[in-house]
């Protein structure tokens, strides 16, 4: 015979389907010999057919010790098909929310509470005098738009609706505890998550006049809120296409032979990269830390220390500095996009696919890598280094340069072109 589960007050929990009707909750008592005394008699209501009972025991409305004793006694009890009371109208979101937040208990870190109450007041926010039962159409409103502003889903803002969808599914768990309202915290599961789109779409290497515009940008607004300069950090991702992670991770040492990373991602990602001093001296390891074993408090301190604080600021710089604007057209980039530059200017050099793959830090393919020893001597270093350092001089050339201008000026302009079509 299988263990009867106890629940956490001690009480037995009742785990059987009689006669198509499954009933899981606890039974009313911690006797066995009660315990068995209740089973004998929901079995002989599942033979006789008095599935009504059955039902409102499995709907919570009387316990199964209850039913065992009023059957036993004589006493009859009232069917599941009496009218039923009144239901009490929903209460308003607002109203709810409010008495959540509270008393929030010690579940909940400060942060995490500060995210909830602005997430939750966003939902509010989309119609102030809706109930708790709208808070699936509420949420459906954010992600598909009303017709007249856009949806998160149009947008983009997967991340956010996603905290927005968490947040809701923690108001509806609260909701279906506290107001007894069934099957919420579904309905607003059921509202599907924003997918994601083509990340690399956006993504795109830099030009060698971008990468140092870049530069010189970040170094104005850095000395503007008075931290130190970020140029160096810059021109080191785009010449050795680290990892962010093995960037402020520390793993890396500037070498005679080369620049030697130790990255951690696979085995091939020990690797060496050729030293190329150009432009910008490489940054002082020692004002960079890694993601992890820092507090929160820490990492928002100066942009170069981590790598969330630099993204934090570079986003924000791509946002609010007229230089950026004004090099890039207002074109998103991301941080791993330095990582790419490396790559398109090695391939733009001339430098071999297996030699970038190798200085990459990439897995050869799954079946070559059986065969493929890929093995990078001090004369291969020299050689893709200067490679590398030629056309970068190359692309520093003043003709040049006035030839990317020319292009990023022909390429805003039909990009105004295009917005203005499209709003007549």
């Known amino acids: 015979m299988a263990e009867i589960r106890r629940n956490g007050r001690g009480t037995l929990v009742i785990e059987k389907s009689f006669g198509g009707v499954k009933i899981r909750r606890a039974s009313g008592t911690n006797d066995p010999q009660v315990f068995a005394d209740v089973v004998r008699t929901l079995d002989s209501l599942a033979r006789t057919g008095q599935r009504d009972y059955l039902r409102a025991v499995a709907a919570k409305r009387w316990t199964p010790l209850e039913v065992h004793q009023r059957l036993a006694a004589g006493l009859s009890l009232p069917l599941v098909s ?96 506290r107001h007894r309202l069934a099957g919420l915290v579904e309905q607003v599961r059921a ?22 515009a870049v530069a010189e940008a970040l170094d104005g607004e850095a000395a503007r809120f008075g931290y130190g300069p970020l140029g160096d950090l810059v021109w080191t991702l785009c010449i050795t296409g680290m990892r962010p992670s093995e960037f402020w991770g520390g793993v ?33 390891q020692k004002k960079y830390s890694s993601r992890e074993g820092r507090p929160r408090h820490a990492r928002e301190e100066c942009p170069s220390r981590s790598y969330d604080a630099f993204t934090k600021f570079f986003y924000r710089v791509q946002r609010q500095s007229n230089a950026y604007a004004q090099s890039f057209g207002g074109v998103p980039r991301t941080v791993y996009d330095f990582r790419r530059t490396f790559a398109h200017w090695m391939e733009e050099a001339g430098i071999t696919a297996t030699h970038r793959r190798y200085y990459l830090g990439h897995e050869p393919p799954a079946l070559h890598g059986h065969y493929e020893r890929v093995q990078i001597l ?22 040049t340069i006035e030839a990317e201008l020319e292009a990023q000026r022909k390429r805003r302009t039909t990009l105004t072109d295009l917005r203005k079509r499209k709003k007549r």
Do not use: C
Request: hydrophobic share 35%.
């Open 82 to 177: 009496d009218p039923p009371r009144p239901l009490a109208p929903a209460p308003r979101l607002a109203t709810v929310v409010d008495q959540m937040l509270a008393a929030p208990g010690d579940k909940y870190t400060p942060r995490y509470l500060r995210d909830l109450r602005s997430h939750l007041a966003r939902l509010v926010n989309v119609r102030p005098d809706a109930t708790a039962t709208d808070l699936p159409e509420l949420l459906l409103e954010l992600r598909n738009g009303d017709g007249e502003t856009k949806g998160l889903a149009e947008r983009g803002a997967r991340d956010t609706f996603r905290t927005l969808r968490q947040s809701a599914i923690t108001l509806a768990k609260w909701l279906e505890k």
């Open 252 to 284: 890396w040492t500037v070498e005679a032979d080369g620049i030697h990373i130790d990255g951690t991602k696979s085995d091939a990602a020990r690797r060496r990269v050729p030293n190329i001093q150009s432009h910008y001296a490489y940054p002082a």
């Open 191 to 212: 509202v599907e998550q924003v997918a994601q789109g083509n990340k690399w779409r956006e993504h795109r290497p830099y030009s060698v006049f971008e990468a140092l």
């Open 378 to 399: 001090p004369r291969d270093l020299v050689s893709d280094g200067d490679l590398l350092r030629r056309y970068i001089e190359r692309r520093r050339d003043p003709a």
